[in-house]
């Protein structure tokens, strides 16, 4: 995600945080689904796809940038 590598998280309860590998910092605040976390990835292009219930969001990295 721009440039750097990043690892994406998520817990049971429908949050998700996404840290940057390069600083070891989190990037901006926890994203919040509504349902439990089934599945997780991040695209090529930077988006953060996170599946809950039946449902997926997609994120894009000025989603991570808000708060």
């Not at 995600?1 to 049971?12: E, K």
């Not at 990835?41 to 808000?66: K, M, N, Y």
């Amino acid at each position: 995600m721009h440039g750097h590598p990043v690892a994406a998280v998520a817990d049971r309860w429908g949050a998700v945080w996404v840290w940057d590998l390069t600083t070891r910092r989190q990037i901006g605040p926890a994203l919040v689904v509504p349902n439990h976390v089934t599945a997780l990835t991040v695209s090529p292009d930077g988006h953060i796809v996170v599946c809950f219930g039946r449902d997926i969001a997609v994120f894009t990295s000025d989603s991570l940038r808000q708060g």
